[in-house]
């Protein structure tokens, strides 16, 4: 069959807001759409006020179509109602917008993907950032997973929503993987999956940190300091594991060969909704005060949270600690551009690929991240001249000691260090090379033609079980 030269290209994604996969989802719609295709977003969720500029500013065409479903019922159930939210939207796709398009790009939930190939007889690419399964049973090691304490009414929810997030998954024409750390991960627990995921690292739109940044806007004066700056860039999510960088920097402070005047930002996405981000912030708070360190709390003028109020929070006029709550795109350049930002900070242990190094190599920034996961992909851990960053075991201790020799780095080696971190982000991790990737899997998959093989069994089942779901929904 031949495939269209410009492809109709609908994303489905659960929540547009500000974060790793919101990001890959944005920027492959951009690169899609720089090449000539015909590119929509339609998500359950979709605040103007947090989420990235472009899908706010008319680059990209967002549907947002909100459920009549709560994201949690009194802070629980948040996997079921996210089920029944994508059924929501599936529907809406099935009944008004199948013949827009020659294919879908999913990612985060596999939910509509039978669905939108048995009912609507459409090609299905599904982007794997990681399986949920794993990240609700417990934290996730590789190798094993380190359970939780959770009681049989947990374990018996969980059952049939794990059972669906596999059988969901194979059903995708093409299935690919943010890291080989996914894809392998992936496969050994996933074992009904006969193919392993294709990885597609996740690209950066290296003009968007090259653009110059008006260093006259409020929002970007209220960040920008001469003093020395170790900077993290992570939603406030426990999983994400700030804690670290509060403890190594509590460690490395006072140190001779240390600036005296270094202090910590961290930046990220926040979301008063979410209980994960409210206890988070309210930990790391917690965690500065019991070293006696000094913080601020701001946001960007435009942005519609309430800052959070805690007692000596804002005393300061230069605090240690810079809570940054859901940067713009703007803050997060002048950070990282920045000549006074010493090192990038990447916490998380066991992430499943990791945008933060790539961002800071990009920039020229040495980076600091834990030795597991997809970070190994990326940072290149060796003696010069090979090395671009520094991977190490998450112990504040050997974090402190680390940051104390990228401090002591002189300009040479700094200057070789910044010509190796973006010579590789821009080798590897291009917007040109994700989207050149995921453009020839959306072909493939239109090339493949119309849905109509007959149905297996367990397919039947599953679109009968779905397709009941559906209609239900339809009377809401």
């Not at 029944?84 to 796709?93: E, I, N, P, S």
């Not at 998954?169 to 294709?198: C, E, G």
């Not at 909704?273 to 006696?292: F, K, M």
Request: aromatic content about 8%; glycine content about 6%; proline content about 7%.
């Amino acid at each position: 069959m031949s495939t269209p030269s410009k492809l109709r290209v609908a994303f489905v994604h659960p929540d547009l807001g500000i974060g790793g996969a919101e990001r890959l989802v944005v920027d492959a719609a951009l690169g899609l759409q720089d090449l000539g295709h015909c590119v929509d977003i339609y998500t359950s969720h979709h605040n103007e006020k947090h989420c990235f500029d472009e899908t706010r500013d008319g680059t990209l065409r967002v549907h947002h179509v909100v459920p009549p479903f709560p994201r949690p019922w009194k802070g629980k159930f948040h996997v079921l109602f996210a089920h029944a939210r994508q059924l929501h939207l599936t529907k809406f796709l099935l009944r008004s917008r199948m013949d827009q398009h020659d294919v879908f790009f999913v990612d985060q939930l596999s939910t509509c993907i039978p669905l939108l190939r048995r009912l609507g007889g459409k090609r299905v690419v599904f982007y794997c950032h990681f399986p949920d399964k794993l990240l609700a049973n417990g934290a996730f090691v590789e190798g094993s997973v380190q359970k939780r304490n959770t009681g049989i009414l947990k374990r018996i929810y969980r059952y049939p929503m794990d059972w669906l997030e596999e059988v969901t998954t194979r059903q995708a024409d093409i299935i690919l993987a943010n890291s080989r750390f996914t894809a392998r991960v992936t496969m050994a627990y996933f074992t009904s999956l006969k193919t392993p995921p294709k990885v597609v690292y996740p690209g950066i739109n290296i003009q968007a940190y090259e653009t110059s940044v008006d260093m006259m806007d409020p929002d970007i004066i209220q960040i920008t300091s001469p003093r020395p700056t170790l900077l993290s860039l992570n939603r406030f999510e426990m999983k994400k594991n700030a804690a670290l960088a509060v403890e190594a920097f509590s460690r490395l402070r006072g140190r001779p060969t240390v600036p005296n005047n270094i202090r910590l930002v961290l930046a990220g996405g926040y979301d008063p909704r979410l209980e994960d981000n409210i206890r988070t912030l309210e930990n790391l708070v917690g965690l500065a005060r019991t070293h006696n360190l000094t913080f601020k709390l701001i946001a960007p003028s435009k942005s519609s949270i309430s800052i959070p109020s805690f007692p000596a929070a804002n005393l300061h006029a230069q605090p240690d600690i810079l809570f940054l709550l859901n940067f713009t795109t703007g803050q997060r350049s002048a950070l990282l551009q920045a000549p006074s930002t010493v090192a990038l900070l990447y916490t998380p242990a066991n992430e499943h690929f990791g945008i933060g190094p790539v961002e800071g190599m990009l920039c020229g920034v040495p980076v600091l991240a834990c030795d597991s996961g997809g970070p190994t992909e990326s940072i290149v851990d060796s003696p010069s001249p090979e090395r671009t960053g520094w991977l190490r075991t998450p112990d504040p201790a050997v974090w402190a000691g680390t940051l104390e020799d990228i401090c002591q780095l002189s300009e040479v080696e700094r200057v070789a260090l910044r010509r190796r971190c973006k010579d590789r982000a821009r080798a590897m991790f291009g917007m040109e090379a994700m989207t050149k990737a995921l453009e020839e899997s959306l072909r493939e998959a239109v090339h493949m033609g119309a849905v109509h093989a007959p149905v297996k069994v367990i397919g039947f089942i599953l679109a009968f079980v779905l397709g009941l779901m559906v209609a239900i929904l339809c009377r809401v």
